[in-house]
């Protein structure tokens, strides 16, 4: 059956999820076609959305009215506001999935006057390139199996999904939502050594974005502990081995678990705040 998807708020992240489903949609099999709709504040937005595929819609409500999962993707001061407007066309076989920073399903549910099921996501930024992490709670009681399994399907085919307890979402942002900031980190230390060997920025920008690919693939495909893969590449007295030592000695894993542990600390005084 065709699943009906669609976005309020299609800036970045909203026009990631819409572009990426429409991309989907080209190689789907027409039973299991998706109609997607949206629409944006500034309508020019959606033009480049329109030409893959999306449908245009007048108002947030128009979007409330013509799908079934109803992703929201607006900034998170905005979202009461945009659920308030939905609430007319809201029913129990309708879904509210906000991919919004720092929401809670409580807020959700309470906007939404438990109209209709509420279901809180959080990607991260390599959602952007149909690359992400999703992780997403499933703990509104009125969310059907089947509904749960649609949300899960959608979002499988824009990266990889997690299920999480609500309570763990900081933990996920400090880990993954995070984690890109630590990679770009990381690989801008190793393109900066590349320019001091003398490789052009450019050359040793392109290497090393090809090691990171190529490693994370090796780590998927390889069930062996991650010691043993970097223990594979370090020949006795060679000359891996002398540049993991440096790493060691500057205790690369434990400023890692302190980055991680500093930013969930982070995000829960964050929410004791309100954000
Ligand atoms: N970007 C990320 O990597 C990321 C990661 C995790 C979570 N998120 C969450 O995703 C949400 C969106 O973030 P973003 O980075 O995509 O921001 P964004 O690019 O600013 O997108 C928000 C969009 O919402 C539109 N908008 C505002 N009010 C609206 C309304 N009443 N009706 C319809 N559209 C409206 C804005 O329109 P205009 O074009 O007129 O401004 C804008 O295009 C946030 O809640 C954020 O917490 C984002």
């Given at each position: 059956m065709t699943m009906r998807i669609g976005c309020v708020g299609?800036?970045?992240?909203?026009?990631?999820?819409?572009?990426?489903?429409?991309?989907?949609?080209?190689?789907?099999?027409?039973?299991?076609?998706?109609?997607?709709?949206?629409?944006?504040?500034?309508?020019?937005?959606?033009?480049?959305?329109?030409?893959?595929?999306?449908?245009?819609?007048?108002?947030?409500?128009?979007?409330?009215?013509?799908?079934?999962?109803i992703v929201l993707a607006v900034k998170p001061y905005q979202m009461q506001e945009v659920v308030k407007e939905l609430r007319p066309a809201l029913n129990k076989n309708k879904v509210l999935v906000s991919?919004?920073?720092?929401?809670?399903?409580?807020?959700?549910?309470?906007?939404?006057?438990?109209l209709c099921p509420v279901v809180r996501c959080m990607p991260n930024t390599p959602a952007l390139v149909g690359m992400g992490v999703f992780a997403l709670c499933f703990e509104d009681p009125k969310l059907s199996h089947d509904c749960k399994q649609n949300i899960l399907q959608m979002f499988g085919r824009l990266g990889q999904c997690v299920e999480l307890a609500e309570e763990k979402f900081t933990a996920f942002s400090a880990l993954i939502g995070a984690g890109p900031a630590y990679v770009f980190a990381m690989m801008q230390g190793l393109v900066q050594s590349g320019v001091t060997l003398g490789f052009t920025h450019a050359q040793s920008r392109q290497m090393v974005t090809a090691l990171f690919a190529g490693s994370a693939r090796m780590a998927e495909e390889d069930p062996s502990p991650l010691g043993q893969l970097r223990d594979n590449v370090c020949s006795p007295g060679g000359l891996t081995i002398a540049g993991v030592n440096m790493l060691d000695r500057a205790g690369l894993t434990g400023l890692l678990v302190d980055a991680v542990l500093a930013a969930d600390a982070r995000g829960a005084e964050m929410e004791r705040k309100g954000g």
């Amino acid at each position: 059956m065709t699943m009906r998807i669609g976005c309020v708020g299609c800036g970045n992240m909203g026009g990631a999820i819409l572009a990426g489903l429409a991309r989907n949609a080209e190689h789907q099999d027409k039973a299991d076609a998706y109609a997607l709709c949206g629409y944006n504040r500034t309508a020019s937005r959606m033009r480049p959305l329109e030409e893959a595929g999306v449908t245009v819609m007048p108002s947030p409500l128009a979007v409330a009215e013509n799908a079934d999962i109803i992703v929201l993707a607006v900034k998170p001061y905005q979202m009461q506001e945009v659920v308030k407007e939905l609430r007319p066309a809201l029913n129990k076989n309708k879904v509210l999935v906000s991919v919004a920073a720092g929401i809670s399903l409580h807020n959700l549910e309470l906007w939404a006057e438990k109209l209709c099921p509420v279901v809180r996501c959080m990607p991260n930024t390599p959602a952007l390139v149909g690359m992400g992490v999703f992780a997403l709670c499933f703990e509104d009681p009125k969310l059907s199996h089947d509904c749960k399994q649609n949300i899960l399907q959608m979002f499988g085919r824009l990266g990889q999904c997690v299920e999480l307890a609500e309570e763990k979402f900081t933990a996920f942002s400090a880990l993954i939502g995070a984690g890109p900031a630590y990679v770009f980190a990381m690989m801008q230390g190793l393109v900066q050594s590349g320019v001091t060997l003398g490789f052009t920025h450019a050359q040793s920008r392109q290497m090393v974005t090809a090691l990171f690919a190529g490693s994370a693939r090796m780590a998927e495909e390889d069930p062996s502990p991650l010691g043993q893969l970097r223990d594979n590449v370090c020949s006795p007295g060679g000359l891996t081995i002398a540049g993991v030592n440096m790493l060691d000695r500057a205790g690369l894993t434990g400023l890692l678990v302190d980055a991680v542990l500093a930013a969930d600390a982070r995000g829960a005084e964050m929410e004791r705040k309100g954000g």
